[in-house]
């Protein structure tokens, strides 16, 4: 599928074209759901100059374009790699490369059965309130909400805070596990109001592939939900990465200047 060659080529102009640093949006490149500060934007365009980049992130594409492109430019061009659905869907230097398919994996038949489960499930939920998209369909993964996706700014902060107090994702997701046990499905709380459905081995690690070909001697992850549970728990501990548990976009900056900027 994919045009642009291997090989460090398109990359030989960087300070360390063997080195790729890839970061996770939510929390660690962003705050939640809000659009990249101008300062980080600009570090990464320095960063870019030195080593390869990448983001990495749950989300599908128009969400982390949302929060990267902020100058409504195209958010594959200002990445070497863009990885969305955790690189389910991946691009290089502007082009996809890859896509997978949930529903190709689960079947058409067995995910009518757990659309029905889950809906009922928060039929039946008394939580504060409830919106809308309760369910999005992505290309890699479904994405499961108690509130529902259409919540306002305030709504999900709200939620957050309501659901780290009474567990309400973390009993949905033990529920699902038991009762889906036979589709091998990984469950992912990944940010404020919903969590990540997809087949196991589909998590974040699943964007190493693509990158693969390309030989890397050090490859940076830099993530908030580092923790078991999280969307970043694999990829971080995995043993090809050089992990970074960070815990804002300031932490993130921080770590990228000591790392890359500090000897100038
Ligand atoms: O990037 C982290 C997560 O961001 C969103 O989560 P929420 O809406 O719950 O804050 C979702 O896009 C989710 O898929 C993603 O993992």
Not at 41 to 46: A, E, G, K, Y
């Amino acid at each position: 599928m994919s045009e642009v060659p291997a090989g460090t080529a398109a990359f030989a102009g960087r300070t360390h074209p063997k080195t790729i640093c890839m970061f996770d949006v939510d929390g660690t490149l962003t705050v939640p759901r809000q659009q990249a500060s101008k300062e980080m934007l600009q570090l990464l365009r320095d960063l870019r100059k030195e080593c390869v980049i990448a983001f990495v992130g749950g989300s599908d594409l128009v969400k982390i374009a949302e929060q990267l492109a902020v100058d409504g430019q195209n958010v594959v061009d200002d990445f070497d790699y863009g990885f969305s659905e955790n690189g389910l869907v991946a691009y290089k230097l502007g082009k996809e490369i890859a896509r997978q398919s949930f529903i190709d994996f689960v079947g058409e038949e067995e995910y009518k059965k757990f659309v029905k489960f889950v809906l009922h499930y928060i039929a039946d939920l008394d939580i504060p309130i409830k919106r809308g998209t309760f369910i999005e369909f992505r290309n890699g993964m479904v994405n499961v909400s108690p509130i529902g996706r259409n919540a306002s700014n305030q709504e999900r902060n709200e939620y957050e805070v309501y659901d780290k107090k009474n567990g309400i994702r973390a009993k949905m997701v033990e529920v699902l596990q038991k009762e889906f046990a036979h589709l091998g499905l990984t469950y992912s709380i990944g940010g404020q109001i919903s969590f990540d459905v997809f087949p196991t081995g589909w998590d974040k690690t699943y964007s190493l592939r693509h990158i693969e070909p390309e030989g890397f001697t050090e490859i940076h992850f830099f993530g908030d939900k580092t923790y078991k549970g999280g969307n970043d728990y694999e990829i971080y501990n995995d043993p090809r990465t050089i992990g970074h548990s960070v815990n804002s976009p300031d932490d993130t900056m921080k770590i990228l200047k000591e790392l890359f900027f500090s000897k100038k």
